[in-house]
T-cell receptor, first 112, second 109 residues
């Protein structure tokens, strides 16, 4: 069964690029990787999702190497409002019952 | 507005008193799930449902029950709550890009 591991915390400054890496062993070829952002007292909020290579949207990029044993969430030019906990999630395909495996979360602190 | 709603948002109860936390989504999603979130343990899946009348155990199902009689609702039932079920609970829908509810903070005394 897939398991995810990510750093517990990271510090950054406004305007910097932040990269958060999640390791996921035993990930199957049809498992997709999703990243979420969570603020205190709120539910997680979807950021980005991908299967392989690189995916980019208006808020982040997701890099997934060919072996898919890890993924890196890249936040360009962070601001104070990006201070939050970031989770990676491996979603086992529907043919595997739809189980979801969350990482422990990375607490990102952005300083002025 | 697309959303997932949970009720109640806050609940204090006593050991052994049955309770139900409701979850409803208005996006016609087939997949719904429940999580609990505890300090240092992150989000752990309790139960999930691929469709109506189809439910499966997640990582921490002990002490919980669910039902999925209709697509929009997925209640979480604690038949005999215990203090170790004090936690923050989230309901979510959609297998991809999950939409999360606002959370239910439960305290079992």
């Amino acid at each position: 069964l897939a398991k995810t591991t990510q750093p517990i915390s990271m510090d950054s400054y406004e305007g910097q690029e932040v990269n958060i890496t999640c390791s996921h062993n035993n990930i199957a070829t049809n498992d997709y990787i999703t990243w979420y952002q969570q603020f205190p007292s709120q539910g997680p909020r979807f950021i980005i999702q991908g299967y392989k290579t690189k995916v980019t949207n208006e808020v982040a990029s997701l890099f997934i190497p060919a072996d898919r044993k890890s993924s890196t969430l890249s936040l360009p030019r962070v601001s104070l409002s990006d201070t939050a906990v970031y989770y990676c999630l491996v979603s086992l395909g529907e043919d595997q019952g739809g189980k979801l495996i969350f990482g422990q979360g990375t607490e990102l602190s952005v300083k002025p | 507005e697309a959303q997932v709603t949970q009720n109640p948002r806050y609940l204090i109860t006593v050991t052994g008193k049955k309770l139900t936390v409701t979850c409803s989504q208005n996006m016609n999603h087939e997949y719904m799930s429940w999580y609990r979130q505890d300090p240092g343990l992150g989000l752990r899946q309790i139960y999930y449902s691929m469709n109506v009348e189809v439910t499966d155990k997640g990582d921490v199902p002990e002490g919980y029950k669910v039902s999925r009689k209709e697509k929009r609702n997925f209640p979480l039932i604690l038949e005999s709550p215990s203090p170790n079920q004090t936690s923050l609970y989230f309901c979510a829908s959609s297998l991809q890009s999950q939409y999360f509810g606002p959370g239910t903070r439960l305290l079992v005394l």
